[in-house]
């Protein structure tokens, strides 16, 4: 693979040299480094220091060794799955396609580590049933046994990036004392380390997707080898690391901002992160690394919508979408249940009352006189049930109107800070925050702690959740 030409400016003859290899070095713009193409390392463009080392992959012709793999591509979508002599492939579980051809490896195929899969194909179709039955209003495609019996195992291949960060942080904060509110600027510079964060290299597959499926345990990270390979599929790469560069400094810019918000919780009442003003990312690692998913496609009206399992946790995900007939029908039957229990509720208190006063007088439900107050329950009953109805309509026609009934089962966010930030070890923070002015709370929106309701409302809100 070789770097984008959009991405690069390049040096006249006399560019200078890489000190490692004496292969030519170019510069690219999103890491602001140079970068020799021959061995993947990258220097201060000032000094020629060493900053880090993001190479190229897999780009060598197919050894003897690897004569025992495989290589099936598609004739729709062109993905390419590697795999071993005795795993065969019917379709594309990309794009459904049956049209598959199947050829010879002609490139190497030798990832740094990997981690096996330990969720089986069962086990992979129930934690997504699980998860989709969470959903009301799926289409029974999604569901469907015919369907999922289709979903496949592959070894995702992914980037795992180590960078030492810098980050220039603003916002705001308030510190509330009694009816007042202390104001501040926010201004800090973050120093951290990342290890290890996960990008997948595949074009066909979501980013987001996968993010959705993290975190994986990287106790488990072996050493790579065809033996894990047998029943399973690879995909190659066909984005390097230094192609995703901008999608990686978005990502730990955002884990910036999270590391301010985290520890400036207990410090401010109320916080907002403006953004991050600059960021600075250098001695860049990477490791090529395979991850277990069990993934599929499913087409539904026109629309491709992916699934995705994690092979080692187990963990589903996907962008599914909702059936409006199935919402109509699950609404409908969620609002007569709390109508069963309204009525019930609104039944309940008037027949503890009476009860109660029956008791006290010494009436027994066969006596003349019992009669008297069971007519007054029910009375007392209609009333109830009657003037209730101001507060159970508007709720049960809100279940209809409510927009997130009709949008697609949206994708799981990543992991926190925590999973890939050591925030003991390579951790500092400059705490530059100024006060500001003092305001009250009257006149600030942000601070309005509950929004004033009439008594029986909050009660009923309180029954009807």
Not at 93 to 105: D, E, Q, V, W, Y
Not at 297 to 314: F, L, P, R
Request: with cysteine.
């Amino acid at each position: 693979m070789t770097w984008n030409s959009t991405d690069i400016k390049t040096y006249g003859t006399s560019s200078a040299k890489c000190p490692n290899c004496g292969a030519s070095v170019i510069f690219n713009e999103k890491l602001g480094k140079l970068v020799c193409a021959m061995c993947g390392g990258l220097f201060d463009p000032e000094s020629m220091r060493p900053s880090g080392r993001i190479e190229n992959r897999d780009t060598g012709d197919a050894g003897e060794e690897e004569d025992n793999k495989q290589e099936f591509v598609c004739d729709s979508c062109g993905a390419a799955m590697v795999t071993d002599y005795n795993t065969s492939a019917t379709f594309c579980a990309f794009c459904g396609s049956p049209t598959l051809i199947n050829k010879r490896l002609s490139r190497c195929f030798r990832p740094d580590v990997l981690i096996p899969f330990k969720i089986s194909k069962e086990e992979a179709i129930e934690n997504y049933l699980k998860w989709a039955r969470t959903n009301k209003g799926i289409p029974k495609k999604f569901t469907s046994e015919a369907v999922l019996s289709k979903i496949t195992g592959y070894y995702i291949p992914f980037w795992l990036i180590d960078a030492d960060c810098k980050s220039e942080i603003s916002g705001t904060g308030q510190k509330f004392q009694g009816e007042n509110i202390e104001n501040y600027s926010i201004d800090r510079t973050l120093v951290f380390n990342v290890r290890r964060v996960p990008f997948d290299g595949c074009k066909k597959i979501s980013n987001t997707l996968m993010e959705a499926i993290e975190p994986y345990d990287y106790k488990d990270l072996r050493d790579y080898n065809d033996l894990y390979l047998p029943g399973f599929f690879a995909q190659r790469y066909d984005l390097s690391a230094i192609d995703m560069m901008d999608i990686i400094r978005i990502r730990l810019d955002n884990y910036a901002e999270g590391i301010v918000k985290r520890l400036s919780a207990k410090e401010y009442d109320y916080f907002k992160a403006v953004g991050v003003r600059g960021a600075y990312s250098d001695n860049y690692n990477q490791v090529y690394a395979l991850m277990p998913v069990w993934f599929l496609n499913i087409e539904y009206e026109g629309d491709m919508y992916s699934i995705a399992v994690n092979g080692q946790t187990g963990k589903a995900s996907g962008s599914l979408p909702i059936n409006k007939r199935r919402v109509h029908m699950h609404a409908f039957v969620s609002s007569l249940w709390e109508i069963v229990k309204y009525i019930a509720v609104t039944a309940l208190v008037p027949a503890l009352g009476l009860a109660l006063l029956m008791f006290l007088l010494g009436n027994r439900p066969g006596d003349d006189f019992s009669w008297f107050y069971l007519g007054m329950f029910i009375v007392l009953w209609l009333v109830a049930l009657i003037s209730g109805l101001i507060f159970i309509v508007p709720h049960v026609k809100k279940k209809f109107r409510d927009s997130s009934f009709y949008e697609s089962v949206t994708i799981d966010k990543a992991p926190n800070i925590d999973q890939y930030i050591n925030l003991k070890n390579n951790f500092s923070m400059e705490n530059r925050d100024t006060f500001n002015y003092m305001s009250s709370k009257k006149d600030d929106k942000s601070t309005k702690e509950f929004e004033k309701v009439p008594l029986s409302e909050k009660v009923l809100r309180s029954i009807f959740k």
